[in-house]
């Protein structure tokens, strides 16, 4: 007996809108990874508004831009509804967040611990709470956070961060299950040492002398099985690559850009 496949069939749904976002907004999109995902994004064809704690915010070139503190969740909510009435709609957030730490827990002071949680944990979380209203009056979309390599496999003297970033790898997970029913597919993208940006600047900074630092950013480098360090642009194509349509079954998933850092 031959089982004849076909959409109806199968219960995939239509390719439409809300599978293939046009309108979106990127927390976190001043700087680095966040800035590279707005250009990609617009590149596209897509309309981009920008969230961004840093002031340099206010200089993209997207179709509108906002400051919005994601620790505070009233005020990431206000800037979450002002860019959905630039925008006529939100089909799809990208959140870039993140702040780096360094210490093992006996080295890490509790409200080192909370800062790091407020951003790489908490940040995600009332980020997505924000938009999820905006996401079901378009009829779903799509969420896209982007974590950390070191969310997934861990690293010495980086509790805090590894720890929170881990956390928000399953804070997607449960997302994903959540509201899928809802056509609001939830992924992460969870980028290795990046650079340039200033998250590899700022990961070097924490090291105390000249010395250390350029024995951390060799370090970085061979761990990279490409002996490189990863392209901001690199993460932006996986993230708009989760946002669009091209991954209709792309549900709860970690995509890992990494040079191969966490398989080793």
């Known amino acids: 007996m031959t089982i004849a496949y076909d959409r109806d069939s199968m219960n995939i749904p239509p390719l439409g809108p809300y599978l293939d976002p046009q309108k979106v907004v990127v927390v976190g999109g001043a700087t680095g990874m966040g800035a590279a995902t ?9 309309k981009v508004a920008v969230v961004d704690v840093n002031d340099a915010v206010l200089k993209s070139e997207a179709e509108f831009s906002t400051l919005g503190d994601v620790t505070d969740a009233e005020d990431i909510k206000r800037a979450i509804d002002e860019c959905a009435a630039a925008l006529g709609g939100i089909e799809a957030l990208v959140c870039c967040v993140g702040i780096n730490g360094r210490g093992t827990v006996d080295e890490t002071e509790p409200a080192e611990w909370n800062r790091q949680f407020a951003v790489n944990a908490f940040g995600p979380y009332a980020t997505s709470r924000a938009a999820l209203p905006h996401l079901r009056e378009a009829g ?5 956070v982007l974590t950390s390599q070191v969310g997934v496999v861990g690293q010495a003297q980086n509790a805090a961060y590894c720890a929170a970033k881990a956390a928000a790898i399953h804070l997607v997970r449960c997302m ?3 509201y899928a029913p809802e056509n609001i597919r939830v992924n992460t993208v969870c ?10 600047d700022s990961w070097l900074s924490l090291f105390p002398d ?12 061979e761990t990279n099985l490409q002996k490189r360090i990863v392209h901001p642009d690199e993460i932006a194509a996986a993230a708009v690559f989760a946002v669009s349509n091209a991954a209709p079954g792309f549900i709860g998933q970690t995509i890992v850009v990494d040079g191969g850092y966490s398989i080793h």
Do not use: C, H, N, Y
């Open 38 to 46: 707005v250009r990609k994004l617009r590149e596209s064809g897509r």
């Open 191 to 200: 980028p290795g040492i990046t650079g340039p940006t200033g998250m590899f």
């Open 176 to 178: 994903a299950i959540d």
């Open 210 to 221: 000249e010395e250390s630092r350029a024995a951390e950013s060799q370090r970085q480098i």
């Open 140 to 144: 779903g979309g799509a969420i896209v």
